[in-house]
């Protein structure tokens, strides 16, 4: 690590006096808060902390903070020591502080807020960047994914060298990369296309191409269209392999995981492709870390309820392209599942998002809708011609004659799928339901 300015220094141990107070009086960890005093008193904090260090930064939509911990798993694995913001503080602030808490780290994986990866990356200088999917997320508060998309394509044409692994399937993304030839692509399969249906070239309609459950698309008036592929994955639920395009040598056969969803496997291939790239370059010994998680950050943990002895399964959903991953999910069986809707600034104050969900998947199983917005995913329910009752608290959910008498009617139930929008879904992993 180089040798870091006097501002530098002097707002560390700001930083930590912060933290430490904001731990003593139980109102967080100070995180934030310290990184931004830091960041105040020295504007260089980030680059003189991160300067001679590995750094791999993941953006996107969806799936960055599990993406992230399956890097993290990998490098650890390897016995490499990371700093990462594992607790999903993904924004200059909550970056800052996650490096400056591990000083002596000689790498850094940081999940980044799509808004804020430009900024970040310019900051960091990091080694590879991940490039996951685009589509809407709180756009009250942020801005509409094409103008992010338009950023991100503007910052690559700045670092022609810089390494990044991007998703083939999503138009948005390719848009950004296609130009950059130091691109690993990767295609795995992208069902969530509401968001580019027409080209982010030209804004004429694109052509989707189905073929061999593989997904082109092609503009009908430019040159725009998906790019050449290195890396093929076929993703199912807990199961995953990779393909190369490229060089048979670099394939991986079926490997386990023990995080649901074929969402995830994707996920897991990007973390292994990211390692291969920073020199790790076993795909079987990678596989045998990231198969060694089971939740990152609370997303997929159970928690035990002894009084009908079942499992609450804890899943996070924030957006519509995420909420319909998590619905192929939970409808794998017939099980009761909870959802829970807040609109408190982390989740964006508009739920009018609810609409864009395929909730009518789910109109054969009986829902208990919960949160502070509830109300708002109960009209939507409705629409969609859900069984469902509401209930207004969280401990109240295994209270609800109708949802208990489904669970005590069927001795198979053993694990109850909960889907939780960000806040929401931090307010969850704090309830005792006993």
């Known amino acids: ?36 005093l830091l960041t105040l008193i020295s504007g260089r904090a980030l680059t003189e902390m991160s300067k001679g260090k590995s750094v791999v ?9 599990t993406t992230t911990g399956l890097v993290v798993a990998i490098l650890k694995g390897y016995g490499i020591e990371v700093a990462t913001n ?5 924004m200059t602030a909550g970056i800052v502080t996650a490096i400056a808490d591990n000083l002596g780290a000689p790498s850094c994986v940081f999940e980044v807020d799509e808004h804020w990866l430009a900024s970040v990356a310019s900051q960091t200088k990091p080694s590879v960047v991940v490039l996951l999917n685009l589509s ?25 060298d810089l390494k990044v692994v991007a998703n083939a399937d999503d138009p ?5 990369a296609t130009e950059h030839k130091n691109t690993v692509w990767i295609s795995g399969g992208n069902n969530w296309l509401i968001d580019a249906r027409s080209c982010p070239n030209c804004g004429n309609n694109l052509n989707l191409i189905e073929s061999d459950e593989i997904l082109n698309y092609l503009c009908s008036e430019c040159s725009f269209t998906k790019p050449e592929v290195d890396y093929l994955v076929d993703a199912r639920d807990g199961k995953f392999a990779i393909k190369s395009q490229k060089d048979s040598s670099r394939n991986l056969n079926e490997a386990s995981l023990n995080l649901p969803g074929a969402f995830n496997g994707l996920n ?30 609370g997303r997929y943990s159970l928690k035990h309820i002894n009084s009908f002895n079942i499992d609450l399964r804890l899943i996070l959903a924030k957006n519509p392209a995420g909420w319909a991953e998590a619905l192929k999910l ?27 969900v395929p909730f009518e998947v789910i109109n054969s199983k009986f829902v208990l809708a919960t949160g502070k917005r509830v109300l ?36 198979n139930i053993k694990r109850i799928d909960l889907v939780a929008n960000y806040s929401a879904f931090q307010d969850l992993l704090k309830v005792d339901f006993e």
């Open 1 to 36: 690590m180089s040798k870091l300015s006097m501002k530098t220094q002097f707002g560390l141990i700001i930083l930590r006096i912060v933290s430490a107070l904001s731990r003593f009086i139980k109102v967080g960890s100070g995180s934030v808060i310290g990184g931004r």
């Open 57 to 65: 930064l993941v953006s996107g939509t969806n799936g960055k903070t």
């Open 86 to 90: 594992a607790l999903g503080a993904n």
């Open 136 to 160: 809407r997320d709180q756009l009250d508060r942020t801005t509409e994914v094409r103008v992010i998309a338009k950023k991100w394509k503007n910052y690559l044409q700045t670092v022609p």
């Open 172 to 176: 948005l993304v390719a848009y950004c």
């Open 268 to 297: 897991a291939a990007f973390a292994i492709i990211v390692a291969d790239l920073l020199g790790f370059r076993q795909f079987d010994e990678s596989v045998s870390h990231v198969s060694e998680i089971t939740q990152v950050a």
């Open 330 to 356: 939970v409808n794998i069986n017939a099980n009761p599942v909870i959802f829970a809707v807040n609109a408190e600034i982390p989740d964006g104050k508009d739920t009018s998002w609810l609409y864009d």
């Open 376 to 411: 708002d995913l109960a009209a939507r329910l409705a629409y969609a011609d859900a069984d469902y009752e509401v209930v207004s608290h969280y401990d109240e959910i295994f209270k609800n004659s109708k949802f208990v008498d489904y669970i005590n009617a069927d001795a």
